[in-house]
């Protein structure tokens, strides 16, 4: 009789911080769960050849934030709270992500939960008073473990920052298994807060991958101070008109013309960052902040990325459902076929919380999951810690 596949499910929430998506995932064909770290050195991992494209998102759901709890999200990033309002939202978090995992946790042998990053300090930034590098993701995976009773991967990034590295991103390990194709020059990315792309050359081949500065974050900052919790359909920006000097300024930021690795995050991409921002109205904030996030891609692409050749962009997250943003992608990166998860008949919401399946897979199995090239680390870790259910 064969063995049923491992189930996985991975819980994620991004740095748009609008809610938690539960994905399901199965392992058809690769090893059993066999110890969790426990047993690791007993069986290596598989050759990509063997594994590549053999990961099966079977269900996903979305849980979305309330508006009270996504305030307190965005205020930790902004480093606006205490030490209590982190303790609290936490284990608030760590609710939340448990009630989404109940939902489907019946069905899987492992849960890896990413949880929430409120703050990402990959370097040292005196002058922000970032005295060392840090990074801190909340979501208490112990009361995920507790309500499924289920075992839980968590807290990805430490081990990575630990061995020197940036502990991002850690999404492309998982997309090379997930998208790598031979022969094809493929760029995954993502809209989400922040924009970041993972270059995939072909099978086994180096993969490339790093952050290129904001998607959707200043762009829900300008939609906010309409009242709107983002900019549904670009319409605010469609209103407005971009302010092309400023966008110029703003390209020249160190961090954009620094090469990968490299990460970011909300708390370095608000609008109190950006010299020139206050003096504009909310719509043509909107339109500029929308044309420098695309214009920072195509920056980014034209510096690092096309000089190794590029047959396709497939564009996931949040902002690949934002027209405006979208029309000036493809015009920016012409005439490279610009395409949607949809598009080639993936789920975008599901690609991430998909992903971290995949490393809390590895991480159970004691094997490495993290990528040196793209985090910076001097060797590749066993990213994420188990916290196991009760008896």
């Given at each position: ?82 030490s209590s309002d982190l303790?609290q939202l936490h284990f ?156 110029n300024l703003w390209l ?140």
């Open positions: 009789m064969t063995a049923p596949s491992p189930r996985v499910l991975g819980l994620m929430s991004g740095t748009s911080a609008d809610g938690i998506d539960a994905v399901l995932t199965e392992f058809p064909g690769w090893p059993a769960l066999h110890g969790f770290g426990l047993a690791q050195g007993r069986d290596g991992p598989p050759a990509l050849s063997e594994v590549t494209g053999r990961v099966r998102v079977l269900e996903h759901r979305f849980t979305p934030f309330s508006d009270d709890l996504r305030a307190a999200i965005l205020a930790a990033g902004r480093d606006t709270s205490n303790a608030w978090l760590g609710e939340l992500l448990a009630e989404a995992a109940a939902k489907l946790s019946d069905k899987a042998d492992l849960i890896a939960s990413h949880g929430q990053t409120v703050m990402h300090i990959p370097r040292v930034d005196e002058g922000r008073g970032w005295m060392r590098r840090a990074t801190l993701q909340l979501g208490e995976a112990a009361v995920i473990a507790e309500r499924t009773g289920k075992p839980v991967i968590s807290d990805f990034r430490p081990a990575d920052l630990a061995a020197g590295g940036q502990a991002a991103p850690l999404v492309p390990f998982a997309d090379r298994i997930m998208f790598a194709e031979a022969g094809v020059r493929r760029a995954i990315h993502n809209l989400g807060g922040i924009s970041n792309l993972t270059y995939l050359p072909g099978v086994g081949e180096q993969v490339l991958a790093f952050d290129t500065g904001p998607a959707n974050a200043l762009i829900d900052e300008a939609a906010a101070l309409a009242g709107q919790r983002y900019d549904e359909g670009g319409h605010l920006a469609a209103s407005g008109q971009a302010d092309q000097a400023l966008v020249k930021d160190p961090e954009l013309l620094t090469p990968p690795p490299k990460s970011t995050g909300r708390e370095y991409w608000t609008l109190a960052h950006l010299p020139g921002a206050s003096g504009l109205s909310v719509p043509d904030l909107a339109a500029t902040v929308t044309a420098f996030s695309v214009q920072a891609i195509a920056q980014s692409y034209a510096r690092f990325v096309l000089p190794h050749g590029l047959d396709e962009i497939v564009v996931a997250g949040g902002g690949a459902f934002n027209p405006v943003f979208m029309a000036q992608f493809r015009a920016a990166l012409a005439p490279v076929p610009v395409l949607t998860f949809e598009e080639r008949g993936w789920n975008s919401t599901a690609r991430e919380a998909a992903a971290f399946a995949v490393l809390g897979y590895y991480a159970a199995q004691g094997w490495p999951n993290t990528l040196p090239r793209t985090t910076g680390a001097k060797h590749a870790v066993i990213a994420g810690k188990l916290s196991l259910p009760p008896r």
